[in-house]
Nanobody, 122 residues
Framework: QVQLVESGGGLVQAGGSLRLSCAAS????????MGWVRQAPGKEREFVAS????????DYADSVKGRFTISRVGAKNTVYLQADSVKPEDTAVYYC???????????????WGQGTQVTVSS
């Protein structure tokens, strides 16, 4: 069973930056695609970004492209989301997600973290 634990959320001003981290359970990280999905109040969950098992391929939602960067460090079993130039509409609970199939991060990953709140003030 894959376990995902997020950290790094909080309150940030518009135009600022923050970095989210997601630590995965040992023994499984290197074979999984990882990503981030967010859910704003009253809205459905929305794909944010994904990265394949080797880190060689990434995918971003149009709404964050050019502002957010996803990366992973295998030695630390950790995936990061660097969010720059944040906007109030980025306010949401951010969930770490994982799946054996890269494309499923967008469509419905098998594994989820508990989520971390990000609030962007204007």
């Amino acid at each position: 069973q894959v376990q995902l634990v997020e950290s790094g959320g909080g309150l940030v001003q518009a135009g600022g930056s923050l970095r989210l981290s997601c630590a995965a359970s040992r023994g499984t990280f290197s074979s999984l695609a990882m990503g981030w999905v967010r859910q704003a109040p009253g809205k459905e969950r929305e794909f944010v970004a994904s990265i394949n098992w080797s880190g060689s391929v990434t995918d971003y939602a149009d709404s964050v492209k050019g502002r957010f960067t996803i990366s992973r460090v295998g030695a630390k079993n950790t995936v990061y989301l660097q969010a720059d130039s944040v906007k109030p509409e980025d306010t949401a609970v951010y969930y770490c997600a994982a799946d054996k199939a890269f494309f499923k991060i967008r469509t419905g990953p098998d594994y989820w973290g508990q989520g971390t709140q990000v609030t962007v003030s204007s």
